[in-house]
């Protein structure tokens, strides 16, 4: 059997924060390059009302979360309708290149919060 404590640190990093790094690239990719057609398209929503301005304009870290809020409001909306945060409209009307990037976001934060307990876990049990 191979033990990571044998491997180059860099490729100990890579292999298991990788997916979090790929999560974390391509989110910042979706906040710089489709955040506005985001906006434009959740226009009638309470939270782009509310934040609109502000979204993009605030830093690494508040991009990152701005990205994951519209990704949940839109691939569940079912509680931020509930709760009057997005327009049903909205969300029946959002661009579907739109929401398959935010899929994949997702799918990409998933898998890499799945790796990193399998790593954490694999870890723990050496």
Do not use: Q
């Not at 898998?111 to 723990?124: E, G, M, Q």
Request: without cysteine.
């Amino acid at each position: 059997m191979i033990s990571i404590d044998t491997w180059p640190p860099w490729v100990a990093i890579i292999v298991t924060g990788g997916w979090g790094l790929a999560g974390l690239a391509f989110s910042l990719y979706l906040s710089h390059r489709h955040l506005d057609a985001m906006k434009e398209a959740l226009k009638n929503s309470r939270y782009i009302y509310l934040w609109g301005r502000s979204l993009g304009k605030r830093g690494f870290l508040w991009s990152l979360l701005e990205i994951a809020k519209i990704a949940g409001m839109v691939v569940w909306p079912r509680a931020s309708i509930r709760i009057g945060e997005v327009d049903p409209v909205d969300i029946k009307n959002f661009p579907p290149h739109l929401k398959h990037l935010l899929v994949i976001n997702l799918t990409l934060m998933t898998i890499a919060f799945a790796w990193l307990a399998i790593a954490a876990v694999l870890i723990k049990l050496r």
